[in-house]
């Protein structure tokens, strides 16, 4: 007979419908093979009865969602408390593990007593909180009025997690920068990387007279924020100045550029950077592509981006920042990295020149995807984790 574990998630868990349900699906997907899985849902939309569930074999739970966890001006909106329906199922079914992914799902979970609390964590809030206001005040200086909000929104947000993880006996987190900032707060937590399908095919960059870079993703995500903004302002005029006009493109495609930097600029006053809008298939812009540019200095966001590009041998140029989250990506080794606007242009220029350096950090990135994010290894790494017999982390 198959252990019980329950999952609890704050939204249903579809396959290919963003970075956190595509985690989700993953991880959920790997351990159904091994465990009878309850799935409890938070959501006010039940599935129809004809429609199957994307994770097929496992038992489903709808239970109703609120707003939860929400900054407002001086308060956090908490409206919702599961608990006591997630304790019936609990015992209903004679289940002593529970997973719950991120921070709204803990919220339910952390008062329950007598039984194995696992908690997975994406980007901690109220960091997402503080750098959104820092680069929407970079490309707003109105948005300083909301200074105070913000800084008290965070500091109800850390006080939330505080109560929240202190009765959590086993906490993963997502990005390795989030160990040191919840060890700050006295939560002791594990970076693991986690279960990343390979979204491209293997791209084999077609021969090119003038050098096309790329850069993809929500355009309104944090990690886009911050990157628009370096590109426009840094970036593009030191490697105009280093190229000369006409002598390299930068191709941007995501959707919702009305939310972003984008909107902020007139692109024809920057001739060799186009927008492509959004596209679903990217690979015939990929296999075009000398390299993939991450400029953003901000620590969060950007990660199922990266490992998409170590998963398709796509060379990747980042700031340094990108590695506090992706311990993997190493500067010459599995990536190309720089700490300054200046840097960041000579390396642009490298995985364009140096055949030999390319040539083994692609190798060096994929091995490194194979070894921890692919879907099989980082499952079997999450399995062994919330196995482990010690209570804590």
Not at 35 to 64: A, E, T, V
Not at 167 to 193: Q, Y
Not at 213 to 235: C, D, E, P, T, V
Not at 303 to 318: E, F, G, N, Q, Y
Request: aromatic share 12%; glycine share 4%.
């Amino acid at each position: 007979m198959k252990k019980k574990i329950c999952i609890i998630t704050d939204i249903p868990v579809e396959k290919g419908k963003g970075a956190s349900l595509e985690i989700y699906y993953q991880y959920i997907n790997y351990l159904k093979k091994k465990y009878d899985i309850f799935h409890i849902i938070f959501s006010n939309i039940k599935r129809g009865k004809n429609k199957k569930s994307d994770i097929i074999g496992i038992n489903q739970y709808y239970l109703p969602y609120r707003n939860h966890f929400i900054p407002n001006r001086f308060s956090i909106i908490c409206e919702m408390d599961n608990t006591k329906e997630i304790e019936t199922i609990l015992n209903n079914f004679k289940i002593s593990t529970v997973i719950a992914f991120d921070i709204v799902a803990a919220s339910q979970i952390y008062k329950i007593k007598n039984v194995r609390k696992i908690v997975w964590l994406g980007d901690l809030r109220f960091q997402t909180n503080f750098y959104n206001f820092i680069y929407n005040f970079k490309s707003d200086l109105k948005v300083l009025k909301h200074f105070f909000f913000n800084t008290y929104q965070n500091f109800l947000l850390k006080n939330k997690y505080k109560k929240y993880l202190r009765k959590i006996d086993k906490i993963i987190v997502s990005s390795e920068s989030s160990e040191k900032l919840l060890n700050k707060m006295g939560i002791k937590s594990k970076f693991l990387p986690y279960p990343w399908p390979k979204i491209f095919p293997t791209v084999k960059t077609k021969k090119i007279q003038i050098p096309k870079y790329l850069f993809f993703g929500n355009l309104s995500g944090l990690g886009s924020k911050s990157a628009l903004l370096m590109l426009f302002k840094k970036i593009y005029p030191l490697l105009l100045k280093k190229k000369g006009k006409k002598n390299f493109s930068i191709n941007i495609v995501g959707h919702s550029p009305a939310n972003s930097y984008l909107n902020k600029v007139n692109l024809k006053e920057y001739p060799e950077i186009n927008y492509l809008g959004f596209i679903k298939n990217l690979n015939e812009i990929t296999s075009k592509s000398i390299s993939v540019i991450f400029p953003g200095d901000v620590p969060i966001g950007n990660r199922c981006r990266l490992v998409s590009c170590m998963a398709s041998k796509i060379p990747i140029v980042a700031h340094e920042s990108c590695s506090r989250g992706n311990p993997l990506l190493i500067d010459a080794h599995s990536a190309y990295l720089s700490k300054t606007p200046v840097d960041f242009v000579e390396k642009m220029i490298l995985s364009v020149i140096d055949k030999k350096l390319r040539k083994k950090i692609l190798d060096n990135a994929f091995r490194l995807y194979s070894e921890n994010y692919s879907p099989k290894i980082a499952g079997k790494k999450f399995e062994r984790f919330i196995n482990e017999k010690n209570s804590q982390c």
